[in-house]
């Protein structure tokens, strides 16, 4: 055998590596595709629950008041199991304290498959948080974000006060501090009624990261798909005031 011979039956023994990258790009690039496809042609679980950033909201806000007013609707949950089983397209995500005390989906007086709601403590975007977000925005269609604060925040509270201290908590909560802090640090400087400003200073901030999450969220955003909102939950009333808005 020649050895050019030799040669291009050493090149066609298997793909290249390379090869096998774009072949396996490609393959995923249809299985997406044809993930895309079903999707779009697929009825909505809740075809209630499509609609624009300003409806949604709208929507939100109109939940918080039947529940302040102690006017809730029934949510039967019996009649939707068949359709939330095969898929779901809630109207707005909510990014929520883990504070006991708040409860989005009573807040908003909202059914199940309505709202996408992550919760962590001192409702700030970490980065799981940002990727959670960004699923319901790309795959689920969610035309609408709301981050969530509450007054007597008790994370929010720490912060103050390991900052003031100097001395960081135990275990991991100074993971909790340090994303809280900015918002913590910028009260403490103008002073007067601290803690109720970082709470307020904290759900701007995270309305401002969420908003220029690259490169999903931010996109969305500027093309008038999604809308995302800041609001204070009032513990004493149960009602929701708006605070921010991109």
């Known amino acids: ?143 609408l974000i709301l981050v969530l604060g509450h007054d007597a925040c008790g994370a929010i509270d720490a912060t103050l006060k390991a900052i003031k201290d100097d001395k960081p908590p135990p275990g991991h909560i100074p993971s909790l501090v340090d994303a809280i802090a900015p918002a913590a640090k910028a009260a403490m400087q103008q002073g007067g009624q601290v803690l109720d400003k970082a709470i307020r200073q904290n759900v701007i901030d995270n309305v401002a990261k969420l908003k220029s999450a690259a490169p999903i969220l931010d996109a969305a955003v500027e093309q008038g798909k999604l809308k995302i909102s800041g609001g204070i939950y009032r513990l004493r009333t149960g009602t929701v005031e708006l605070i921010a808005q991109a």
């Not at 304290?97 to 807040?107: G, K, L, V």
């Not at 709202?115 to 940002?130: D, K, S, Y």
């Open 1 to 143: 055998m020649c050895d050019r011979c030799s040669q291009d039956r050493f090149n066609q023994v298997g793909p290249s590596r390379r090869s096998a990258m774009l072949l396996a790009a490609s393959a995923l690039s249809v299985a997406f595709a044809g993930h895309a496809f079903a999707k779009d042609n697929k009825p909505p679980p809740k075809p209630q629950n499509v609609l624009s950033p300003d409806a949604a909201l709208k929507r939100l806000m109109q939940g918080n008041a039947r529940y302040v007013e102690g006017v809730t609707r029934r949510h039967d949950f019996g009649h939707e199991r068949e359709a939330l089983a095969g898929g779901q397209n809630p109207f707005a995500a909510v990014l929520s304290c883990a504070d006991s005390r708040i409860a989005p989906e009573y807040a908003f007086d909202t059914g199940r498959g309505d709202l996408f709601v992550c919760r962590v403590a001192g409702n700030f975007a970490g980065a799981e948080t940002i990727a959670s977000m960004e699923y319901a925005v790309a795959v689920l269609n969610t035309p």
